[in-house]
């Protein structure tokens, strides 16, 4: 399908390098806009927890393998690699006039994990069952959470960043309350009778924005007409599901890509590295599924492949850490090259009319790998039992907290409990910000018979 041409853009950019509240850069301040939310972001309390973060296996495993803060410095370098690559692809494109500065698709990227709590979507699940009475719990929301009212760049609009950036930020643009189902409730197992089991199918959080930040979603799409906006905020319902949003924007679509590729690829490689997987099992998995791969490969090292190219990328990755660094690289090359412009007529704003998408068949190469790692790793016993563990200390300690509030909590966060009211987001968000480190010791204070002390570190 040919480009539309190029339409002067009406939406006035000015709008979406607005702020909640007015700041002024200093006369000599060189930055652009996204330059400044971009240092906001790596000089950020969040940012530097993520280091603490469960990216797929817990901590202290071993000291190779990413964590979230590896993770999202890998997708930030993926989106900008994403855009680099779009403008010289398609100059001529209306869309490519659009694309995000670095600095602004860079903090996007760093920022898109913010709000995962300890131990990963095990801590989702138990922050969520915690929460079922009082609003629930999603990672994505809680990152929306964190940027506009939990960071201290601002008096009362936390990081302060700019529209732009928060839009690209919204992931889900619809509030837990659109899209839950409330015939899907949160529960403990029933099976079990001398513990306490979550049930996970039944706890898993819908994917959206916490309603707690309504207005500043309100604020996000002010300069949008009501029709984009209605369209944006579109929600798909299924029977037995919770409900499903349909739509990202531009910028959001560019570091969700990055974060495919991050995942399928990086993660990967962490697996290989750890002999988590066999060689064998990998191959099964791809095999007669990564012809576009092939077809790169034998056209650009003709050399090394003799006549079975699949032999030499599987030799390759589960070779040495030189060989697989270089096949690891190809395979993001392969992706990131192969991005492609998406247009949805539906809407009249350019930011939600173009976004992007991995073209097939690499789409369906991308997908294997992710699949694979979720098959092989995520659901294997051995991280399945760490999760477990995680989700029952995410629980304790946050109703533990719950049950005695200004005995237990922390001084400056029982203030904050006692001005809400009593509000259980507010220890809701401690335990969310929390490291893996954190909560195990915090968990071990309460809980351990070991005798602690106040000079405990934590």
Request: charged share 25%; hydrophobic share 40%; aromatic share 8%.
């Amino acid at each position: 399908m040919p480009a539309r041409p190029a339409r002067p853009y009406q939406g006035a950019m000015t709008h979406w390098s607005a702020r909640r509240e007015n700041w002024n850069p200093q006369a000599e301040d060189a930055r652009d806009v996204g330059d400044v939310d971009y240092a906001r972001v790596i000089h950020s309390a969040s940012f530097r927890r993520l280091q603490g973060k469960t990216q797929i296996l817990n901590l202290g495993d071993s000291d190779f393998y990413r964590t979230r803060l590896t993770h999202s410095l890998e997708v930030a370098q993926i989106a900008g690699g994403i855009a680099r690559q779009l403008a010289k692809s398609f100059p001529d494109h209306p869309a490519t006039a659009l694309l995000p500065d670095r600095g602004t698709i860079h903090a996007i990227g760093c920022t898109h994990d913010f709000g995962h709590p300890p131990f990963g979507h095990g801590g989702e699940i138990a922050l969520n069952y915690c929460m079922r009475d009082h609003g629930g719990f999603e990672g994505n929301g809680q990152t929306l959470r964190t940027l506009a009212r939990l960071e201290q760049f601002s008096a009362n609009a936390g990081a302060n960043l700019t529209r732009r950036t928060m839009l690209g930020v919204l992931k889900y643009p619809a509030a837990f309350s659109q899209v839950y189902n409330p015939a899907i409730v949160p529960a403990l197992m029933t099976g079990p009778s001398t513990i306490r089991v979550i049930d996970a199918r039944a706890c898993k959080p819908p994917k959206c924005y916490l309603d707690t930040e309504s207005d500043v979603v309100d604020w996000i799409c002010a300069p949008l007409s009501p029709a984009d906006r209605d369209a944006f905020t579109t929600v798909a319902h299924a029977p037995g599901r919770h409900g499903k949003t349909l739509h990202k924007s531009f910028d959001c679509s560019i570091m969700d890509a990055a974060d495919d590729i991050a995942y399928g690829v990086h993660d990967l490689e962490d697996t290989i590295a750890l002999g988590l997987v066999t060689r064998e099992a990998f191959a099964a998995a791809v095999e007669g599924k990564c012809p576009s791969f092939l077809d790169t490969l034998k056209e650009k090292y003709p050399g090394e492949s003799a006549n079975d190219v699949f032999s030499r990328m599987i030799d390759g990755l589960f070779g040495d850490e030189g060989t697989r660094k270089r096949f690891i690289g190809r395979l993001v090359h392969h992706f990131i090259t192969a991005i492609d412009y998406v247009e949805c007529d539906a809407f009249d704003e350019p930011l939600l009319r173009h976004r992007v998408a991995v073209r097939e068949p690499r789409r369906a190469f991308l997908d294997v790998l992710q699949a694979f790692v979720v098959r092989e790793v995520i659901t294997r016993p051995e991280v399945q039992h760490l999760e477990f563990k995680g989700q029952a200390m995410v629980v304790s300690v946050f109703e533990a907290m719950q049950a005695d509030p200004r005995r237990l909590l922390p001084r400056d966060v029982a203030a904050r409990h006692d001005a809400s009211g009593g509000d259980p987001r507010v220890i809701c968000d401690m335990v969310a910000a929390m490291t893996d480190g954190h909560l195990l010791k915090t968990y071990e204070r309460l809980f351990s018979p070991r005798m602690g002390s106040v000079f405990d570190r934590l």
